[in-house]
């Protein structure tokens, strides 16, 4: 049976938080603005290790919390996926609340907020380190996608 992998987009595929359109300290208003979700640009390392996911035989889906305030945040990761992932573009989910999904994983930056409400229905919350070296934590998820193949 193929496994089901969700991505979250912010601070996870896209750069969110070290996006050029913040100043420092960091200004959440910018994201209201039209253009800002579609010029972020992609974790390093995430077109690779997102691939090679799907190459292992993962069903691979992007789940989403889109700022529900603006419609431009749902609209933009739509065009950003199919610009960057455009083998995931009939696979996009948004919601305000990942708990109510089922899959096997669920590679998130905010365990906090998501852990339990997922494994919570029987999948593994992988954390997905922002803040550390993108390109070395795409590696060590990829790695232990490829040990849980059966």
Same mark, same amino acid.
């Given at each position: =049976?193929?496994?089901?992998? &969700?991505?979250?987009?912010?601070?996870?595929? /896209?750069?969110?938080?070290?996006?050029?359109? &913040?100043?420092?300290?960091?200004?959440?208003?910018?994201?209201?603005?039209?253009?800002?979700?579609?010029?972020?640009?992609?974790?390093?390392?995430?077109?690779?290790?997102?691939?090679?996911?799907?190459? =292992?035989?993962?069903?691979?889906?992007?789940?989403?919390?889109?700022? /529900?305030?603006?419609?431009?945040?749902?609209?933009?990761?739509?065009?950003?996926?199919?610009?960057?992932?455009?083998?995931?573009?009939?696979?996009?989910?948004?919601?305000?609340?990942?708990?109510?999904?089922?899959?096997?994983?669920?590679?998130?930056?905010?365990?906090?907020?998501?852990?339990?409400?997922?494994?919570?229905?029987?999948?593994? &919350?992988?954390?997905?380190?922002?803040?550390?070296?993108?390109?070395?934590?795409?590696?060590?998820?990829?790695?232990?996608?490829?040990?849980?193949?059966?």
């Amino acid at each position: =049976m193929t496994k089901l992998v &969700f991505l979250d987009l912010d601070d996870t595929l /896209a750069d969110f938080t070290g996006s050029e359109v &913040f100043s420092h300290p960091f200004d959440v208003s910018h994201m209201y603005e039209k253009g800002f979700f579609l010029n972020l640009k992609p974790t390093e390392g995430s077109l690779v290790a997102v691939r090679q996911i799907i190459r =292992m035989g993962y069903d691979v889906h992007i789940l989403s919390q889109p700022v /529900a305030e603006s419609a431009h945040s749902y609209s933009e990761k739509v065009l950003w996926i199919g610009l960057w992932f455009p083998e995931l573009i009939n696979k996009i989910h948004f919601t305000q609340d990942k708990g109510l999904f089922k899959g096997d994983y669920l590679i998130d930056d905010n365990p906090a907020k998501w852990k339990d409400k997922f494994e919570s229905n029987g999948g593994k &919350f992988i954390s997905f380190k922002y803040l550390e070296d993108h390109k070395t934590n795409w590696k060590d998820i990829v790695e232990f996608l490829r040990k849980e193949i059966p």
